[in-house]
Structures are given as structure tokens and as C-alpha cells.
């Protein structure tokens, strides 16, 4: 009885009840990011992990060594990265779902979905097999990557356009194929190197995304990326909520479609071709963690943004730390976690919305 | 004075052309309506009024301004649009969907101020739809949806309001109540309309389209002869007197 009346008052309407439900994901998070640093080969206590990060952060010793130096360069330099890159990694897939939902105003669309992920691995399998851009450094990576985001969304643009007009369900078919095209190409350029060498292992493992090559640098990149788009995005928010209704709609209410589609696509490229770049195709994540948001705090953007970030980050946490234990010692792709709970609930939506998913013309 | 405005329109698609030559003015706090078949692009020329499609050729003057000339904002600040929307997949509550109409009026990062609200609540209050603020948009039958799009394009506080078959998919009851809830307002309405009674009812003028031209218009118990009914739509009709309401009505009389 209890549980039915909760579940009639989502989504949360009150201010009071946001706020709360944010707090207890963040208190969740702080959770995770505890239970995910202590995870692994190495036993660690927990008290370990707060001492080392005051410590390391302050740059003296304020709480005396109980530990030995190589516990505290993996979690300093290994785990704890690793787990702030796993929390913005979802973040920003999150936000990327949000987006590409907001653009094709269907709850089916993410990066995944739509091809862009692909593109985005493409161009750095590319990078990994070939060392093209390499006066990048070693940012390369995330050029080759980001090239490869643009590309697939541009194709998917073009193909889905009609006398200048993009239609949902058009896009969504062209995402399909454009994935294809994309997959295919990085299986091409795995199996034309031969199988078995070393850069073919690196680029395989990636595909199926990991967040083993977690830095502080990379956290830090990415953290910037995620930081920017956020806030973007979150300026856009109420121009996202109206788009929802339809092009037509939105260009009666005042809305320049145009110019917010454009932010978007840029937006969703930058954000896609930098995360693919450090954690490799993860997918579901930009599905999942939207349609769960809505269903608490409902549709309006300017409260769908920073609980799906903060859900996305808590989801990818985990995932990670599962990824870490299941078969230990030895670590399962991150994209295969997630592809596990995401592939099903995807599968739930499309006969969900058997009766309503069509296209708007 | 004329609150809108064309000028000598051509609309096309491809090689086909859609609109030709389509003139026409609407007065202030005139109801209007736009007749004629399907296919006869009465759509076509509502969506390049409100700005979905470029024209190929003319011009649209809103309050003696180029429409095209003026921002997005601007325009919904001055022109409501109610078209159907039965394609919405995202669900919100009855007063979020109204207060959407307020996004021309809002500033960036600004929630909704206290007048988006209430003009928003004024708006459902005169579409008869203030008990269901809170109420779930998607779960609400095809009138009560009608009747928060309507109260959605109230809200936008324009003074021209366009509708694209407002009352398509409706029972009767509903048909009159919307036109009665628009005919209230005391602002320009031009809407196209399918049910000639109903615009022998409410319209004070009403245009007549054809195979993308106008081929007439005029006061609607003037215009509606049994002649221009048969051109139009094909059909044989008669016009006369209601004994109980005095006003006169179409009867049809097919083969």
C-alpha cells in the first residue's frame, strides 16, 4: 500500500523532494566511489582511502603512513582516478542520451543507437592501429576519435534529410546503418592488421570499452569536456524542453530550431568523440539512465540534467566496480556490464512502445 | 487595421506546386475561417503563415511587419499556433505543457516567474481545464488534449491566434465548446475548418481554397451558396433557415 502511493507521486513534483532525491544520489555516489576504490586485487581498508586522498591533496602527511607506498600509488594513481573518470564517463553519456533524445524527440535515441559511438571508435581504432595524428600527442586518441564522431553524425544527418527536414524516425534508421558502416570499418582495419598482435588486443578490449587506462590527465580532460557541455546544455534547457514537442511546435513557440539543432549536434559530437576516446563504446548508458531519470523527476530539462548526471555517474561507478569483480582476476569489458542491463531494458521500451513508435513528418 | 497579411504567395514542393498566388487580410478581432477540400493546401498556407515553410515567392506582413524580418520570439509573442499534436512522447503535467507557451516571454536560466504562471492558469481557467494542473498531459482524452493545446496557445498572450483544424477528431460537443472558448477571447482567430456549419455559426468571414488558390470568400451565408459547395467538394446541398436558432445552415443531400 505504501509502495502504490510513492509510485503514484513520480514524477516528484515539489522542490523539497528533488532536492531530497539529489541528495540521496549523492550520498550514493560517495558510497560507490567508496566500495569502488576498495574493489580489487589489492586489500585496502577504507580508512586508507580518505587519509591518502587529504594527504595527497594537502601534499604532506597530516595522517601517519599506515600503508605501504605501492598501496597508495594504486589507489592514488590507479583507483581513484578510475573512479571519478567512471562517474563523468556516465555523466556525459547521459547527458549525449538527453541530447540526441531531445533532437529526434524519441526516448529510443542515443549515441549507441544513432551510430555516433561507432564513428567515435572507429576514429580511434584508426589512430591505435595506423598512429595517424600523431602531433597531437597523446591526445591523439581523442582527435581520431572525435573525427570519427563527426563524420558518423554527418553521414547520419545527410542520409536522414529530407528537402531539408529531418525526421525522427529517419534518423533513428540512419543511426542503424550508420553504426553498421562504422562497426564494419573497425573490424576491417582489426582484421586486415592480422589478429593476435598486441595493437589488435589494445583496440579489441577498447571496443568493447574499458576505463582500465584511467589517468589523472585523462579524468582531468574529460572533467573540463564534461563541464563545459553541462553547463551549456543546461542553458539551453528550457529551448530542449519545447523541442520536445515537435519542430513545428517549437518553431510557433519561438524556438530557432535551426540554431539549437546545430549546438546540439556539436555538443553531443565534442562530448561523444571525448568520452569514446578515454573509456571506448559503452553502450545503453545514454538509453538507461534518461528513461529512469524522467520517470522520477519527470520530463523538464532544467531538472532531467543534473539528476541524470549524478544517476549516470552512481550507474557507471558500479558497473565499473562489477566489471572489476565478476571474473577476477581478470576485468570484463565495461561495455559488456552495461550492455547487460541496458540491452534488455532497450528491448522492454521498443514493445513498450510498440503502439507509439513511429515517426512525426 | 490588418493584423495579417499576404501578399502574392507561391509555395511549392519539388516541381509541384502547392500555393499560387495567394492573397489575402485579416482585420483585427475578425474570426476567420479558411474552407475548402483536402489537398487543397489549406495546411500548406497556415504552415508558411506560421513560419514551418519557407514561401518561394511573397510576402507575410504580421501587424504590418515582414514576418520573416522579425525574430522567433517575436513572432510567437504575437501569433499563437494550435495544430494537433498527437506525436508527443514525452509526458508532462497539464501545467508544464501550458506554461511551454511562455517560452518566448522567458529569460535564460529563469524558472517560470509568477505571471508565466499565471497567465498560464488564466488560460486553463477559460478553456475550463483548471481542476487539471497536475493531471498527467498523455493521460488525458483527445478533448481534454485539445483543450490544454488551446489553453497552451492562450498563454502565449498573442493577439492572432492560427489553428489547423482545431476540432478534427472531436464528438460534437467538444467541436462547438472550442469554438465557443475561441470565439470568447475577443482576439483575431483564423482557423481552418472543416464542418461548414460551424463556420456558418462562428465565422464572421471565411476564405475559400481550391487547388492552391483562393476562388472566393466572403460573409459565410453569403460565400456558402449551394453552387460553391458543389464546386468545392462535390456535393449537392441545400441552404436554409434553422426554425429554432434563426441562423442559416448547410443540409447535404448526396445521391
Known amino acids: 500500500m505504501h509502495k502504490h502511493s510513492i509510485l503514484q507521486n513520480l514524477p516528484i513534483k515539489k522542490r523539497s523532494g528533488y532536492l531530497l532525491f539529489c541528495s540521496v544520489l549523492i550520498l550514493l555516489i560517495m558510497g560507490a566511489f567508496i566500495i569502488s576504490a576498495l574493489v580489487g586485487s589489492v586489500n585496502i581498508r577504507p580508512d586508507w582511502i580518505g587519509k591518502i586522498i587529504v594527504n595527497k591533496t594537502v601534499g604532506r602527511d597530516i595522517f601517519a603512513k599506515a600503508w605501504k607506498d605501492t598501496d597508495e600509488s594504486i589507489i592514488w594513481t590507479i583507483r581513484i582516478p578510475r573512479v571519478i573518470l567512471a562517474f563523468l564517463v556516465g555523466a556525459g553519456l547521459s547527458l549525449c542520451g538527453i541530447l540526441m533524445q531531445a533532437l529526434t524527440k524519441n526516448s529510443l535515441a542515443d549515441p549507441y543507437v544513432l551510430g555516433i559511438s561507432s564513428g567515435a571508435s572507429a576514429g580511434a581504432v584508426f589512430v591505435i592501429m595506423y598512429g595517424a595524428f600523431s602531433f597531437a600527442g597523446s591526445y591523439h586518441i581523442m582527435v581520431g576519435a572525435t573525427i570519427g564522431a563527426v563524420l558518423s553524425i554527418m553521414l547520419a544527418m545527410k542520409v536522414s534529410a529530407v528537402n531539408n527536414r529531418i525526421t525522427s524516425t529517419q534518423l533513428v534508421l540512419a543511426g542503424i546503418a550508420v553504426s553498421a558502416l562504422f562497426t564494419a570499418l573497425t573490424n576491417f582495419m582489426i582484421y586486415y592488421r592480422q589478429t593476435g598482435s598486441d595493437k589488435v588486443k589494445t583496440a579489441l578490449y577498447w571496443m568493447m570499452g574499458s576505463l582500465s587506462g584511467a589517468t589523472w590527465d585523462r579524468m582531468f580532460y574529460i572533467a573540463s569536456v564534461c563541464a563545459v557541455c553541462t553547463v551549456l546544455i543546461y542553458l539551453f534547457s528550457g529551448s530542449l524542453d519545447v523541442l520536445l514537442l515537435g519542430d513545428d511546435a517549437a518553431v510557433t513557440l519561438g524556438v530557432n530550431i535551426r540554431r539549437i539543432k546545430i549546438c546540439i549536434i556539436i555538443l553531443c559530437t565534442v562530448l561523444t568523440g571525448a568520452i569514446v576516446s578515454v573509456s571506448g563504446v559503452i553502450g545503453f548508458v545514454g538509453l538507461v539512465i534518461p528513461h529512469i531519470t524522467r520517470s522520477f523527476v519527470g520530463s523538464k530539462h532544467s531538472r532531467l540534467i543534473p539528476a541524470a548526471v549524478l544517476l549516470g555517474g552512481l550507474f557507471l561507478i558500479l558497473c565499473d566496480a562489477v566489471s572489476r569483480v565478476a571474473v577476477s582476476p581478470s576485468e570484463l569489458p565495461l561495455g559488456v556490464v552495461t550492455s547487460f542491463f541496458g540491452a534488455p531494458f532497450f528491448l522492454a521500451l521498443i514493445r513498450k512502445n510498440g503502439n507509439t513508435f513511429r515517426g512525426r513528418n | 487595421m490588418s493584423k495579417l497579411k499576404v501578399e502574392n504567395l ?56 515582414n514576418i520573416h524580418s522579425l525574430p522567433g520570439k517575436e513572432t510567437a509573442k504575437r501569433m499563437a499556433v494550435m495544430v494537433q499534436e498527437n506525436n508527443v512522447e514525452f509526458d508532462m503535467d497539464v501545467l508544464e505543457m501550458v506554461l511551454l507557451g511562455r517560452y518566448a516571454y522567458k529569460k535564460i536560466f529563469a524558472d517560470s516567474t509568477d505571471i508565466d504562471k499565471e497567465a498560464a492558469r488564466k488560460a486553463l481557467l477559460s478553456v475550463g481545464m483548471e481542476d487539471y494542473e497536475e493531471r498527467s498531459f498523455l493521460s488525458l482524452s483527445g478533448g481534454e488534449k ?12 498573442a493577439h492572432l491566434i492560427i489553428l489547423d483544424e482545431p476540432t478534427n477528431h472531436l464528438d460534437i460537443g467538444y467541436q462547438y465548446q472550442i469554438m465557443r472558448i475561441l470565439k470568447e477571447q475577443h482576439i483575431t482567430v483564423f482557423s481552418s475548418i472543416h464542418d461548414l456549419n460551424i463556420a456558418l455559426h462562428y465565422c464572421d468571414r471565411i476564405i475559400l481554397m481550391k487547388d492552391g488558390h483562393i476562388i472566393g470568400g466572403g460573409v459565410p451565408a453569403k460565400a456558402l451558396t449551394p453552387q460553391m459547395i458543389r464546386r468545392l467538394f462535390g456535393i449537392e446541398a441545400r441552404m436554409g433557415k434553422s426554425r429554432l436558432t434563426g441562423k442559416i445552415q448547410v443540409e447535404y443531400l448526396p445521391d
Open chain 2, 10 to 65: 507561391d509555395y511549392s514542393i519539388g516541381e509541384k506546386q502547392l500555393l499560387e498566388s495567394i492573397d489575402l487580410k485579416i482585420d483585427e478581432g475578425e474570426f476567420v475561417g479558411l474552407i475548402g477540400p483536402n489537398g487543397c493546401g489549406k495546411s500548406t498556407l497556415l504552415k508558411n503563415i506560421y513560419r514551418v515553410c519557407q514561401p518561394d515567392r511573397g510576402v507575410i506582413y504580421l501587424d504590418n511587419e
Open chain 2, 146 to 157: 485539445q483543450r490544454v493545446l488551446i489553453a497552451r496557445a492562450l498563454a502565449q498572450q
